[in-house]
Nanobody, 119 residues
């Protein structure tokens, strides 16, 4: 099992910045990728950014150039630095850990942290 605990959400004005943190515990050696997802009211959960064990990253088009995902392996923590924030970034942000095995995948989720951007 893997446990994920997010922090760092809050209220920010448009154009401002926030940094989310996700502390990972448990069977961390089973994790292949870490990611941040978000879900706005009335919308489906969507991928924001992901990072592999090797450090490769990928971003959703709406956040490219504004958000940065990173990891500190010594602290078992994954971060999401969000800059130049926009009203449409308002959502609940979830930390995700994925374990790939054969053709299967197991996902672990944090409890979510609310991010609200005021226009």
């Amino acid at each position: 099992q893997v446990q994920l605990v997010e922090s760092g959400g809050g209220l920010v004005q448009a154009g401002g910045s926030l940094r989310l943190s996700c502390v990972v515990s448990g069977n961390i050696f089973s994790i292949n990728t870490m990611a941040w997802y978000r879900q706005a009211p009335g919308k489906q959960r969507e991928l924001v950014a992901g990072i592999t064990n090797g450090g490769s990253t990928n971003y959703a088009d709406p956040v490219k150039g504004r958000f940065t995902i990173s990891r500190d392996n010594a602290k078992n923590t994954v971060y999401l630095q969000m800059n130049s924030m926009k009203f449409e970034d308002t959502a609940v942000y979830y930390c995700n850990a994925a374990n790939y095995y054969g053709v299967g995948r197991v996902d672990y989720w944090g409890q979510g942290t609310q991010v609200t951007v005021s226009s």
